[in-house]
């Protein structure tokens, strides 16, 4: 008997499929450490969905929570791929996916129900705005992934405010709010300039720091020290969630200006290096 579905190949090529209409379909076997990081991705965009529910019934708590666990996933499927060997196209895209649900569209309604819904259709341009600069830093990151001349040193480095880090900071003026500052409320047209200001951190060319390559190689003498340090980090998290998150906000705001010096630097030096490079093969 034939399946209603269409056979599942996460990285067929037009050659591979060949002529559909003329003879059967090839299938094979699909290993399940191909399926389970998009099982996770899929999950992550559950948890952003719910994060919109959460905010349209006003229960903001709950719509943050389900953000940082979409982060929480998002993190994961990645290096699940990478660490069963099982990173394919069809993954990258439905992460890209993923990513625009749940740092984009669901940090922007949260806002948007929090205090920009007071500023009217003045507080709603300000959420778009949000909002298509996720879509523009994702669909430029997607292309730049394709660039086989990036030189590796790169590779640290984003190009504008990734969409997590985004989603993460955009959300300060709630946490503040939930901290007892809830007199912010009281101001949505200043309110507005906050996502607007994020969003355009988004698509520009400021450098950032990745943290794709983070926790692939770890000193020996550094495990210990490391899982303690994660473990007081969760701790704190779960049990002063808003200070927790506020600070860390903050703390990547002021970061920036240090990934942008670093790579200045890096950048100088590879140009120095390419420099070099041509005078000794003439």
């Not at 709630?174 to 607007?196: A, K, N």
Request: proline share 6%; hydrophobic share 50%; aromatic share 10%.
């Amino acid at each position: 008997m034939e399946t209603p579905f269409q056979p599942f190949d996460p990285d067929e090529d037009e050659e591979d499929r060949g002529d559909q209409t003329s003879g059967p379909t090839r299938i094979r076997d699909i290993p399940i450490r191909v399926v389970f990081p998009n099982i996770v991705t899929l999950l992550a965009i559950c948890s952003g969905l719910t994060a919109i529910r959460f905010a349209v019934e006003g229960r903001f708590e709950l719509a943050i929570g389900a953000i940082v666990i979409a982060a929480i996933l998002d993190g994961l499927d990645g290096r699940i791929a990478r660490f069963f060997k099982s990173a394919t196209k069809f993954g990258a895209q439905m992460d890209s996916l993923a990513d625009f649900v749940n740092f984009g569209v669901a940090p922007a309604m949260l806002l948007y129900f929090w205090v920009l819904s007071q500023a009217g259709n003045i507080g709603w341009i300000s959420a778009l705005i949000y909002v298509i600069g996720a879509g523009i830093r994702l669909a430029r990151f997607n292309v730049m992934l394709e660039n086989p001349k990036q030189p590796d040193w790169q590779k640290n480095f984003f190009l504008g405010v990734p969409a997590p880090a985004a989603a993460l900071v955009v959300l300060l003026p709630v946490y503040l709010g939930l901290l007892g500052l809830d007199s912010l409320r009281e101001y949505p047209f200043i309110m507005v300039i906050f996502p607007v200001a994020i969003g355009l951190l988004m698509v520009s060319n400021l450098p950032t720091w990745s943290g794709k390559q983070m926790g692939e190689r770890i000193r020996r003498d550094l495990v210990f020290p490391l899982m303690i340090a994660g473990v007081l980090v969760v701790a704190f998290l779960l049990s002063n969630p808003w200070e927790s998150l506020t600070l860390i906000s903050v703390a990547y705001m002021a970061s920036l200006p240090l990934a942008m010096s670093s790579w200045k630097k890096q950048y100088a030096s590879w140009l120095e290096q390419q420099r070099q490079t041509e005078e000794n093969s003439e």
